[in-house]
């Protein structure tokens, strides 16, 4: 009678060890596939997709405008200001923040953009470091020169922007 017991006891702890290991199993797949892509943006990486680059007049740097695939979230637009030696290291050692929307080059060192802070609304919130209140900030020894600030008006992008989920 002693071993019947004890072989029922252990089967009542195997399965419920089994079922603890599916169940962990099941949690860290769903934990892996839904956080953020926290792996560094390099162009040759599979996630990342170049939209396009606006280069300087002597070809030196350019705005990298790239689309990034952050898994289970879908998208999200960046851009950054790289120079032709910074194209193998990570995209976002000089990144530039969504509220910034770049126009055109000047010259080689000068690029011309106006802060939008709306921008945020449509293509999602990052952290910066630059200090915006500046009419010009340096990001990888290129002038930006703010000419143009734009009022936030969050109701007003949100209006714009219903008619594209209806």
């Known amino acids: 009678m002693a071993t019947y017991?004890?072989?029922?006891s252990?089967?009542?702890?195997?399965?419920?060890?089994?079922?603890f290991l599916i169940l962990m199993t099941l949690g860290t797949l769903i934990f892996r596939a839904c956080r953020y892509y926290w792996s560094p943006h390099y162009i040759g990486n599979r996630a990342v997709e170049i939209d396009g680059?606006?280069?300087?007049?002597?070809?030196?740097a350019a705005v990298v405008f790239y689309t990034l695939d952050v898994g289970?979230?879908?998208?999200?637009?960046?851009?950054?200001?790289?120079k032709e030696k910074d194209y193998d290291d990570e995209l976002t050692a000089y990144n530039l923040p969504p509220e910034i929307v770049v126009e055109?080059?000047?010259?080689?060192?000068t690029l011309n953009v106006k802060y939008d802070p709306n921008e945020i609304y449509r293509l999602g919130g990052t952290h910066t470091d630059l200090d915006l209140?500046?009419?010009?900030?340096?990001?990888?020894?290129?002038?930006?020169?703010?000419?143009?600030?734009?009022k936030v008006n969050r109701d007003?992008?949100?209006h714009q922007n219903f008619g594209r989920y209806q």
């Open 5 to 8: 017991k004890t072989s029922n």
């Open 10 to 19: 252990v089967a009542k702890h195997k399965t419920s060890l089994i079922t």
């Open 53 to 60: 680059k606006l280069y300087s007049p002597d070809s030196t």
């Open 72 to 82: 289970a979230r879908g998208t999200r637009s960046y851009k950054s200001l790289l």
């Open 104 to 109: 055109k080059w000047v010259d080689n060192k």
């Open 133 to 150: 209140t500046k009419d010009t900030v340096v990001v990888n020894d290129v002038f930006l020169v703010i000419k143009q600030r734009v």
């Open 156 to 158: 007003s992008v949100l």
